[in-house]
């Protein structure tokens, strides 16, 4: 098929058209969404039940479809599989943690945090199938060595973050958005380059058999949503 192209200062465009639905179908469309989307939670327990490899591909390929400053997509998308690394990983998060449990975080935070019963042990760090460690890049260095700022990039990665919890979920699987704290360590354990930092870490996998979950409410849209007609 011949793309419809045109040249907009100087800079090539693509013609492009979204598909359109009806008033009564797009609400429809979007309980439906909305309702799949309430059902997703936080879970801390998971399964080592094997996810096969190709679907953490494709929820990484949609997370990637996030918008960013200038098109940067500042991202990079860690994905640990090796027990060896996990455990790596495990043990160093959790050094961290009970530091912050015992010393760190203050009354008020530890209070709020009682009703997520969380505490320093993080076994879902080994259990879970997958762990996506997901980096932002601040900077980037072209062929010279040169360095060159990204923008907006704790909103973009925020973004790809968000795309990626969604089509977590979407799969039928679950997460957890952790940050162990301060996360450093995985820099190291993954050996990256210093262009990048660790955003978030998220276990990727089946939930355990028989899993609670903390019974967060959600805020109503009269608490989130201000109309102005
Ligand atoms: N990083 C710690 C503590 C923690 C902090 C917040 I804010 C949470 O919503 C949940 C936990 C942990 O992962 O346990």
């Known amino acids: 098929m ?6 907009i200062k100087g800079h090539e465009h693509i013609r492009y058209s979204h598909v359109h639905y009806n008033h ?10 909305y309702d799949w989307m309430e059902t997703r939670r936080s879970v801390r327990e998971f399964s080592d039940k094997p996810v096969p490899k190709e679907v953490i591909e494709n929820v990484i390929k949609s997370a990637s479809t996030a918008p960013s400053g ?11 599989s090796n027990s060896e690394i996990k455990k790596q990983i495990r043990e160093a998060a959790e050094k961290e943690e009970y530091e912050s449990y015992t010393k760190r975080m203050s009354e008020e935070w530890l209070d709020d945090l009682k009703p997520m019963a969380t505490d320093w042990n ?3 760090l080994e ?3 997958y762990l996506i460690i997901v980096f932002k890049r601040p900077f980037e260095y072209d062929a010279e060595g040169k360095k060159h700022q990204n923008y907006y990039v704790n909103e973009s990665v925020g ?17 957890l958005t ?6 450093n360590f ?7 380059p210093d262009n990048e930092r660790p955003f978030l870490l998220l276990p990727v996998g089946y939930e355990a058999e028989e899993v609670y979950v903390p019974n967060n409410k959600r805020k109503g849209l009269d608490e989130i949503a201000v109309f102005y007609e």
Do not use: Y
């Open 127 to 129: 259990l879970a199938p």
């Open 159 to 175: 973004l790809a973050a968000g795309m990626l919890i969604t089509a977590i979920h979407d799969a039928g699987l679950v997460t």
């Open 178 to 183: 952790h940050t162990p704290s301060p996360m």
């Open 2 to 7: 011949q793309e419809d192209i045109k040249v």
């Open 70 to 80: 200038a098109h940067k997509q500042p991202w990079t998308f860690c994905v640990v």
């Open 122 to 124: 993080k076994p879902f």
């Open 24 to 33: 009564e179908e797009m609400i429809e469309r979007s309980t439906k969404f």
């Open 186 to 192: 995985l820099q190291k354990i993954l050996e990256r």
